[in-house]
């Protein structure tokens, strides 16, 4: 067994806990005593702007799940490709160096074209490497090839250690900062396609011109309900529904959900592009479909007026409002009203209106459905979605902030009850595709009590639900369930059943929107028994990727949008919340979305002094206090899309100052927060958007640069980095 312990006056018992498998605490040490059982590990690599993590193939058997890379140890590793590392110990968690890259996992990269000498070289964004133009590709003009160009290179050389690589152009996508091409290169880069192939659309086409409903005589005829959708006001796709009938023993409610799988067969040209998207994304002011419209917009959605296939489940509630039996089929329905959530809002609260009763019913019954999923120790946000509403040049018009209202919790807990009566089936059957969301990192939780007693707030027991609701209503509540939401794993799928954690249920399955995600597709085709061909576990881990993918292309999306909006408030003051700090300056979410840093130097009182538990800055001549929560006046004083970064300034002073900064500061991570990024909560799927599944998003951490003194210090630590991580490698050979 390799042994990973840290030198120290207790080296002998650290070395006996290793020895034995375990994990535990020398005295005087913050930090555990880490083990495992291999020298060298397998695992896909993630680069980010100054250092990258290494998601082993296999967990650690200290449980560690991620494992800290430092950017001199990547050896030329680019984002996704599968690397061997060796691991060493850290004060917080296990680091490694890249020993190996075992399998690249991109032939393209991207990024900026700049001029060096007589060669064209581009500098790509992540990692930060220079790759060499060997030459142009067909169909690219070297009239085009300018510095400051956006720009898709093939590799044909991979960068190794220090060197750079090598490569022919492919694209040119227009100027650097120019939103529509920030757009545009960054679905490339994430491999998010707008076109469907031909023979694509050709299939989709005969199969929504289809005259009648496959395998109709076999199915229920619930045409008789009274059902209807409830979706956002600019959905055109509907992929679920509702009905309520009251019987004598209580209630009977119906969760009808599109019947894709009997359009979509497996193996056909339809499925395998399906496959390949394995989810709908969701970005400002446009969808890109996992199914061409003529199905997702067509023959699959629940149009008002239409006779549609569906699956339905049907649960049986008694007069309490409890689950007292299930059953689902294959079944026809009509939709007799397409609402708006804005539409149920209103009529829940005038008491009045088509469908009201049924409605208000609906809406008790959620009720207890979620004061029971709150009882077994789910966890639930109250963070609004921000939504760019777009003009018709496509311009951001204004931010609106879109709450949670009834209306959305009402189809929410309908629809996780269908997702967990689902995953039962499937459990019982032996075969399934799950959503599964594992138990936080227990010193993530205890560093987030830590900071509410910090703030007076004493948290008894591990729940992070009691950590939200000590802060809810007070200015600190966006911010601290933005910390709780990136304490937690990030849900994925898998073909074992692991349970769900966030929404505290023993089984959970994707099955409510077959439209938009694949692993859906697949929960119908084996709810059926339908022959499935593919590796389920193949599958989960192909439509995890795929999913953090164009979550992250969505994130990367609303950024841009959101900058291109902080452009039109140039000079404008406007309010944030404090959502990090570190010695160089202050992070901030503002009023409309965005999150821009204000230098330390914007300030006349310092210098300050800064306290990491709880993050708190204190100016010393003034005693102005600074902390997590607080709000602050500031104005939006310079705006950079192509580096991603907003930078602020105090009323009545001139910005800019901070630049140096704000580059690093926007890109790291404050103190006190988890060191993931929140992603607002997606259109994508129905029943888990508690803000659990749509956000956690590993990202950076760190403290920014500020002016020359830190960038010379920056490069000596950088030198000295080297130097040890050379000293390993060669004790290890």
Not at 139 to 162: C, N, W
Not at 631 to 647: G, H, Q, S, T, W
Request: with cysteine; net charge positive; charged share 35%.
């Amino acid at each position: 067994m390799t042994e990973i312990s840290r030198v120290g006056k207790g080296r002998k018992r650290g070395e006996e806990r290793i020895a034995s498998g375990m994990k535990g605490r020398r005295k005087g040490e913050r930090h555990p005593v880490y083990a495992t059982g291999k020298e060298t590990v397998l695992g896909r690599i993630r680069i980010r702007e100054h250092f990258a993590f290494v998601t082993p193939e296999e967990p650690l058997p200290n449980g560690e799940r991620e494992i800290y890379v430092p950017r001199e140890g990547t050896a030329g590793a680019m984002d996704g490709d599968l690397v061997r590392v060796s691991l060493f110990p850290r004060r917080r968690g296990v680091g490694g160096l890249v020993e190996e890259v075992v399998e690249r996992a991109k032939e393209i990269v991207y990024g900026t074209l700049d001029r060096r000498g007589r060669r064209w070289v581009l500098c790509a964004a992540t990692p930060t490497i220079p790759f060499r133009v060997q030459g142009m590709a067909f169909g690219v003009k070297e009239s085009e090839v300018r510095s400051g160009m956006r720009a898709a290179l093939r590799i044909t050389k991979y960068p190794e250690g220090d060197e750079g690589g090598e490569g022919f152009l492919e694209k040119i996508f227009g100027p650097a900062g120019d939103p529509e091409v920030e757009l545009t290169m960054s679905r490339e880069v994430r491999s998010v396609p707008k076109e469907f192939p031909e023979a694509v659309l050709e299939a989709a086409s005969r199969a929504g011109k289809a005259r009648t409903i496959p395998g109709r005589s076999r199915r229920k005829d619930l045409r008789g309900l009274e059902v209807f959708t409830i979706d956002p006001v600019d959905a055109r796709d509907f992929d679920d529904a509702l009905s309520l009938e009251e019987r004598s023993s209580g209630w009977r409610v119906g969760i009808h959900i599109a019947d894709v799988a009997s359009y979509v067969k497996e193996g056909d040209p339809i499925d395998q592009e399906a496959y390949d998207r394995a989810t709908s994304v969701y970005l400002p002011g446009e969808v890109i479909p996992m199914l061409p419209e003529s199905l997702s917009n067509g023959i699959c959605s629940l149009v008002e007026g239409e006779d549609r296939a569906v699956v339905s489940v049907l649960v049986e509630f008694d007069p309490d409002g409890n689950p007292a039996g299930f059953s689902h089929c294959r079944s026809v329905i009509r939709s007799r009203r397409r609402f708006t959530y804005e539409e149920v809002d209103e009529i829940l609260e005038r008491g009045e209106g088509e469908f009201a009763r049924e409605l208000e019913l609906l809406k008790w019954i959620a009720q207890r459905l979620y004061e029971r999923r709150m009882e077994r120790g789910a966890v639930d946000f109250e963070m609004p979605e921000r939504k760019p509403i777009l003009g018709l040049d496509g311009k951001v018009l204004r931010v609106q902030s879109v709450a949670r209202t009834w209306s959305h919790r009402l189809v929410e807990e309908l629809m996780i009850l269908a997702n967990e009566y689902v995953a039962r089936c499937l459990e019982k059957a032996g075969r399934g595709i799950y959503r599964v969301h594992e138990t936080p990192d227990a010193r993530k939780v205890f560093q987030l009590r830590r900071l509410a007693k910090a703030f007076g707030k004493r948290i008894r027991g591990g729940s992070l639900q009691r950590i939200v609701d000590a802060f809810r209503g007070t200015p600190a509540q966006p911010v601290v369930e933005l910390m709780v939401l990136r304490s937690m794993m990030e849900a994925r799928y898998s073909a074992e059943n692991l349970g769900h954690y966030g929404l505290a249920s023993e089984a959970y399955a994707h099955f409510t929107s077959p439209i938009r995600r694949y692993p859906d597709l697949v929960v119908h085709r084996l709810l059926f028994k339908e022959r499935c061909r593919r590796d389920l576990e193949e599958t989960a881990e192909h439509c995890s990727r795929r999913e953090r993918e164009a979550v992250e292309a969505e994130r990367d999306a609303l950024e841009i949008k959101l900058l291109e909006y902080s452009r039109t408030r140039l000079g404008q003051q406007c309010q944030g919340v404090i959502d990090g700090l570190n010695r160089e300056g202050i992070f901030l979410i503002l009023d409309f979305g965005a999150r821009g840093f204000l230098s330390l130097d914007e300030f006349e009182d310092g210098p300050f002094t800064f306290r990491r538990m709880p993050p708190t800055l204190l100016a010393r001549r003034s005693g102005r206090r600074l902390s997590i929560g607080d709000p602050l006046d500031v104005v939006v004083a310079a705006v950079d899309i192509e580096n991603r970064r907003l930078v602020l300034a105090r009323p009545g002073r001139k910005g800019g100052r901070s630049s140096g900064g704000g580059r690093r500061g926007v890109r790291g991570e404050g103190a006190g927060l988890g060191g993931r990024n929140a992603h607002g909560k997606k259109k994508g799927g129905r029943g888990d958007r508690t803000g659990i599944e749509e956000g956690a998003r590993r990202r950076g951490k760190g403290e920014t640069g500020g002016g020359k003194g830190k960038r010379k210090s920056k490069k000596g630590s950088r030198k000295k980095k080297r130097k040890t991580i050379k000293r390993r490698r060669t004790r290890r050979r």
